[in-house]
T-cell receptor, first 111, second 115 residues
């Protein structure tokens, strides 16, 4: 089983739609959680950190469920510019190989 | 600079030659990672540096790969006797510390092509 698993997609949604991605992780000692976005042939960029209480940044909402070991990302009112690959990132603060990426979920927002 | 700087941005090399890739992390960031990404694939962990601790080299695919980080700042990734399967984008990321809530900042990568 992979340490971090994501549905690769693609998710094809119309503009204005709400879309949600999930990510599961296998290591219960995981400490920090992030969502990154990666545009085609570009480096990953931090979208948002994920906190236990859940957090929101504009149209984006991230949730963490430690008991079930998954995190989610909800995008409301999708824009064409949201088209990208969304990477789930999990870390352990033990100092050993602390940053683990999921393979990403591809989102295509269509006009 | 304000971001993570990587050089060169593109490198074409002949099979069998050695290459050296450079990463300048954000000033003050103690954690530094090297990843590589082949076309259409996910990020593959290579090596991780945290402060003055011994690096975690568990992701290096073979002994042709090595990396060092001098003075806790600049890092170089060296690939000896390059092979065609080494062709990928090599990404460097840095963070204030491992797992820091501010996340990890990536450089724009070095696109390596072995011909």
């Amino acid at each position: 089983r992979k340490e971090v698993e994501q549905d690769p997609g693609p998710f094809n949604v119309p503009e204005g739609a709400t879309v949600a991605f999930n990510c599961t992780y296998s290591n219960s000692a995981s400490q920090s959680f992030f969502w990154y976005r990666q545009d085609c042939r570009k480096e990953p960029k931090l979208l948002m950190s994920v906190y236990s209480s859940g957090n929101e940044d504009g149209r984006f909402t991230a949730q963490l469920n430690r008991a079930s070991q998954y995190i989610s990302l909800l995008i409301r009112d999708s824009k064409l510019s949201d088209s990208a690959t969304y990477l789930c990132v999990v870390t352990q603060d033990t100092g050993r190989r602390a940053l683990t990426f999921g393979s990403g979920t591809r989102l295509q927002v269509q006009p | 600079g304000a971001g993570v700087s990587q050089s060169p941005s593109n490198k074409v090399t002949e099979k069998g030659k050695d290459v050296e890739l450079r990463c300048d992390p954000i000033s003050g960031h103690t954690a530094l990672y090297w990843y590589r990404q082949s076309l259409g694939q996910g990020l593959e962990f290579l090596i991780y540096f945290q402060g003055n601790s011994a690096p975690d080299k568990s992701g290096l695919p073979s002994d042709r790969f090595s990396a060092e980080r001098t003075g806790g700042s600049v890092s170089t990734l060296t690939i000896q006797r390059t092979q065609q399967e080494d062709s990928a984008v090599y990404l460097c990321a840095s963070s204030l510390s491992a797992g820091h809530s501010s996340g990890y900042t990536f450089g724009s990568g070095t696109r390596l092509t072995v011909v």
